[in-house]
């Protein structure tokens, strides 16, 4: 029988399933712009925080997997959280905003890697466990 409490079940404490579109409130966009490569870090004003929800909390835990010192990429957090992409950058910034999170952005320098490379690049790891055709086993391809 499904819980009349859309956010918990009562027995255990923990949520039930909910929509993304609750999880974020209704917003669909982050106010800082996190890519997957910025990284993150849990500070000690996470205790303070007010209004942190326990989907907050699930994403202060990943990004505290590394410790209170060390930072994690915002790829290492959306991994270890149950939530889609937009909405853990979503609670993150939320984060952010509070001061419970510090992040620092990703700078990439030099040249990009020309289209050409990037499709050799692709075509190796599609064709990496490709059965071999001459032994039927998965390996690289001749």
């Known amino acids: 029988m499904a819980s009349p409490n859309p956010h918990g079940d009562g027995d255990s404490g923990e949520p039930t399933s909910v929509r993304p579109y609750v999880v974020a409130e209704g917003r669909t966009e ?3 712009m996190l890519d997957l490569m910025a990284c993150v870090r849990a500070t000690n004003q996470a205790a303070i925080a007010p209004g942190l929800t326990h989907q907050h909390l699930k994403v202060l835990a990943a990004c505290r997997a590394a410790g209170d010192t060390e930072s994690v990429t915002v790829g290492d957090v959306v991994t270890a959280v ?3 992409l937009l909405v853990a950058r979503i609670l993150l910034s939320d984060l952010i905003e509070s ?3 510090v992040h620092r952005l990703t700078v990439v ?3 990009p890697p020309s289209p050409e490379l990037l499709q050799r690049f692709h075509r190796a790891l599609t064709n990496w466990d490709a059965p071999n055709p001459r032994s039927g086993k998965p390996g690289r391809v001749s």
């Open 30 to 32: 982050a106010k800082h």
């Open 109 to 111: 320098t030099g040249e």
């Open 99 to 101: 001061g419970a999170v």
């Open 82 to 84: 149950p939530f889609p």
